[in-house]
Nanobody, 119 residues
Framework: VQLQAYGGGLVQAGGSLRLSCAAS????MAWFRQAPGKQREFVSA????????RYADSLKGRFTISRDKAKNTVYLQMNSLKPEDTAVYYC?????????????????WGQGTLVTVSS
């Protein structure tokens, strides 16, 4: 399974970005991120059906995960970005079709896309 994440870039604080991850197959999908000098952390996850989602508590209300199964693509809409959102964002796929927050549950990982939020 190959995952391709894209959509990162440089944005000013308060701005928005939408990340995309192309992945074929029946998987639960998630986004994680890793900031410089920090451990990777869970951002959001979505079930295979798209009917169930989970978010890191600190990101609720600003980030929205969705998926288009016809396009085999998962999206992460990020609004009201803050400098502390700066990180490499990774998409991941799990054979568990329901959303899960643990990185251990994910079997496949994309290469990451860098999001930089300037103040």
């Amino acid at each position: 399974v190959q995952l391709q994440a894209y959509g990162g870039g440089l944005v000013q604080a308060g701005g928005s970005l939408r990340l995309s991850c192309a992945a074929s197959g029946r998987f639960g999908m998630a986004w994680f991120r890793q900031a410089p000098g920090k451990q990777r952390e869970f951002v959001s996850a979505i079930s295979w059906s798209g009917g169930s989602t989970r978010y890191a508590d600190s990101l609720k209300g600003r980030f929205t995960i969705s998926r288009d199964k016809a396009k085999n693509t998962v999206y992460l809409q990020m609004n009201s970005l803050k400098p502390e959102d700066t990180a490499v964002y990774y998409c991941a796929a799990s054979r568990r079709t329901s959303p899960t927050t643990s990185s251990n549950d994910y079997n496949y990982w994309g290469q990451g896309t860098l999001v930089t939020v300037s103040s």
